[in-house]
């Protein structure tokens, strides 16, 4: 309606300018008319009159002149009669005559049409006729009509026309208000399909509405604008956004109202362990795990995870929970217990010795095994019943995390069709070619594709998903609006790159970067100015450990000033080491660390310090606050946190970061000095460049990093995840609400 008013208000405006313009026009026009009437009608009078004036004129009586004139003039449009002699003298008239009409100025009106407006009077109209006689007196008759009927009709006339102006227009808007809403409901339906994903885009294959083909383009811009839109008015929002825990919580219960969310993850974020008679919680090294504790803390749900610990067991309640974290408890963890066989075959077998090496460029084959196969469907289906077990209602936001799950988005979905399903992929996803030799290529695409959201961490990843896709399944890809549908269900791909929580916790920066310089120097038997590198891993060949070393062993032959001057402490969580590959990469980096170090080792100082333990999160801190470099050599890695952690640590801004250019943190920390890991010059340049690094060039490129890892933290990734799903629950919700008012 308000659209429609936009269009009426100006049509009513010009019609009234056009009505006030055209008065005047028609005031003249019917001026014109009348005056011709009375012209016509003083000359009927005359001629009437004519005769019986003539008779009066000869008997030369002045009143009885008089009289007759009185008694016409009681017509009430004839105002007044007067007659003057050739013979001059004055005026014979009836009684109305207005003083101005006099015989010296009759030749004024001589002209029919003429009238005149005599002061004090409204308007007259003036007519002088001659009489010629051949028995009475030459002279002039003198006929005045009253013409204020004339003005009368006129402002009559110019309402009449001001109406039906204003007629015009109601009936024109009226017509303009019926089409619009009309055409308006029509693009509503329209853009409501549109937002359905069905309507004008509907796939050929599932039937195009007849005659709407046409259609196609245009309803493509309008879908490209909505998503600009949209994207434009996200960025908006999200620029007012201070990512923080606290924004997660509010998103959480404003955009979501506090709506049921459910992790599931193959690895818990605190295990127990038993030590003798005592319990020791564990945190485990993973990425995975730092991203996401922080997520559970702020929305207090259910974290679904294998329950791997040697007292798991026995501290979780009747229904397998127990609440964390010890210290604090927020959230609950839900245990899913695995026999010795699940494990084997689902775990190392088909996620950690098949999609593993599948999905990272580090030139290990994968192995498939059908009995791996079976035990991962197994496990996938036994996660799939806990999540619907611990949904506490129909709709729960569910976000499923890593390589371990690929079926479940799918096994939930058929269980709770009203979920939303956010999966994120932590791993890079290779190209279809290298996905083709995945023996059951076709149900882990379509597994994920059960997800609502799928994410991963670089556009890179998705584009290589969406194209595997496009190659092996029968399911319509959108590149424009990167989604995939299949079977009527729709997939959004969306790049969501992880980080880390931002601030870091303040306990981690507690000690003072010159106490972790000289305390850690001590604790190795390093002399106190000695240089130090520093590198954090889990203990897998993907991480480039073997290259790293090299790259070190390389420093020292071409700069041997380092020998003895500089030494790299590596810690490497163990991790796997039931897969044969990782025994033998284990074997492999201990070999290479001792003969470095038996090549290289002055003064008691070892170039390689090699710590193969696990570490806990303070410690790992400590190590990046005390070294003056950090190296992440990857040979292919989804993002690397330990990238982000060592740039967090370092709030004095000093510290250099190698960053291997395989790893997603490489696209978003260009300060980096940004290195291939297989070319060990480059890297060994690299060293030595970070090692004489002036500070003031240190400083320059840390706050540029410190500034982006701040601002792209985890708090973000996960809010533009929950955001997007609060969107689509949105839009789903109005779909439906717009469909039972349709019905
Ligand atoms: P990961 O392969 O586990 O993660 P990464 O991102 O580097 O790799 O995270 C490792 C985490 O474990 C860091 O928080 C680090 O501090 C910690 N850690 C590593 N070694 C440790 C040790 N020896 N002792 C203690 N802690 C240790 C996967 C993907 C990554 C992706 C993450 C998150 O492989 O590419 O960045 O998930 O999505």
């Not at 049509?11 to 008319?33: E, F, K």
């Not at 003298?89 to 009238?115: F, K």
């Not at 002399?527 to 062993?553: C, M, N, Q, S, W």
């Not at 990782?582 to 003064?603: M, P």
């Amino acid at each position: 309606m308000p659209s429609s008013l936009r269009f009426i208000v100006p049509l009513i405006l010009v019609l009234a300018a056009i009505a006030y313009a055209l008065a005047p026009l028609v005031d003249q026009q019917t001026l014109r008319w009348f005056v011709r009437d009375l012209d016509i009608r003083s000359a009927l009078i005359a001629n009437t009159i004519e005769e019986p004036l003539q008779e009066l004129l000869t008997t030369g009586k002045k009143a009885r002149i008089e009289g007759f004139f009185n008694r016409i003039t009681q017509d009430e449009r004839l105002y007044a009669l007067g007659y003057c002699s050739s013979s001059g003298g004055a005026m014979v008239s009836s009684r109305s005559l207005p003083a101005d009409v006099r015989c010296s100025v009759l030749e004024r009106w001589e002209a029919p049409g003429e009238h005149l407006l005599p002061s004090g009077k409204g308007p007259l109209h003036i007519a002088v006729k001659p009489l010629v006689s051949e028995v009475a007196p030459a002279g002039r008759l003198v006929l005045v009509h009253d013409m204020s009927f004339v003005v009368r009709r006129s402002e009559e006339t110019k309402r009449y026309v001001f109406f039906l102006f204003m007629g015009l227009a109601a009936v024109i808007s009226l017509i303009t208000v019926v089409i619009a809403q009309i055409s308006w409901r029509g693009w509503m339906n329209g853009v409501q399909s549109l937002l359905r994903g069905e309507g004008l885009l509907r796939n050929p294959a599932a039937g195009t509405q007849p005659g709407l083909t046409e259609f196609t383009p245009i309803a493509r811009d309008l879908q490209r604008l909505i998503r600009e839109l949209e994207t434009e008015s996200r960025a908006r929002d999200e620029g007012q956004i201070t990512w923080s825990a606290d924004a997660l919580r509010a998103i959480l219960h404003g955009e979501l109202r506090g709506d049921d969310v459910i992790v599931v993850s193959n690895r818990e974020p605190y295990i127990h362990q038993r030590r003798g008679d005592a319990i020791e919680v564990q945190r485990p090294a993973s990425g995975l795990v730092t991203a996401l504790e922080p997520i559970m803390r702020a929305c207090s749900g259910t974290w679904i995870a294998h329950g791997s610990g040697s007292a798991d067991r026995e501290v979780v309640d009747k229904k397998d929970c127990v609440a964390v974290p010890p210290e604090d408890p927020s959230y609950q963890i839900r245990r899913v217990w695995l026999t010795a066989e699940e494990e084997a075959g689902y775990y190392y077998g088909f996620a950690n010795e098949g999609m593993w090496p599948l999905c990272h460029i580090a030139h290990v084959r994968p192995t498939f095994r059908s009995g791996d196969w079976a035990q991962y469907v197994t496990v996938n289906r036994k996660f799939a019943k806990a999540v619907v077990s611990e949904a506490k209602t129909d709709a729960p936001i569910v976000l499923v995390q890593d390589y371990h799950f690929a079926l479940l988005p799918k096994m939930i979905r058929e269980q709770l069709p009203n979920a939303t399903v956010i999966s994120f992929w932590h791993i890079p996803w290779p190209n279809p070619e290298s996905f083709a030799i995945c023996p059951w290529r076709e149900e882990i695409l379509a597994g994920m594709l059960g997800s609502s959201i799928l994410g991963f961490h670089t556009q890179f990843h998705c584009n290589n998903f969406v194209d595997t896709v496009d190659r092996f399944l029968e399911a319509r890809v959108d590149r424009e609006s990167f989604t995939v549908s299949l079977g009527g269900k729709l997939t959004a791909v969306r790049r969501y790159p992880i980080s880390i929580a931002w601030p870091p916790e303040p306990e981690m920066l507690e000690k003072s970067v010159a106490d972790c310089r000289a305390d850690l120097r001590l604790a190795n038997d390093l002399p106190p100015d000695h240089r130090l590198g520093t590198g954090v891993d889990r203990l897998d060949y993907t991480k480039g450990i073997v290259e790293r070393f090299r790259a070190i062993e390389r420093l020292l032959e071409l700069k041997p000033e380092w020998v003895g001057r500089f030494s790299f402490v590596q810690i490497a969580a163990p991790t796997r080491s039931g897969i044969d590959e990782y025994q033998h990469h284990e074997a492999q980096v201990r070999t290479l660390a001792t003969r470095i170090n038996a090549r290289f080792a002055r003064n008691g100082s070892p170039p390689i310090v090699l710590k193969i333990e696990h570490h806990g999160p303070r410690e790992v801190y400590e190590y990046f606050r005390a070294a003056d470099l950090c190296f992440v050599s990857s040979l292919h890695d989804g993002m690397n946190l330990v990238a982000k952690e060592f740039v967090a640590a370092r709030d004095d801004e000093r510290g250099v970061l190698i960053l291997s250019e395989f790893t997603g943190a490489a696209r978003e920390l260009p300060e980096a000095l940004i290195v291939n890991p297989y070319d060990s010059d480059q890297c060994a340049v690299a060293l030595h460049l970070a090692l004489s690094m002036p500070e003031a060039e240190q400083r320059d490129r840390m706050r540029l990093m410190r500034g982006l890892v701040a601002e792209y933290n985890v708090f973000r990734w996960a809010g533009r995840m929950l955001l997007d799903a609060a969107a689509m629950r949105r839009r789903i919700h109005l779909t439906e609400k717009s469909g039972v008012l349709g019905s």
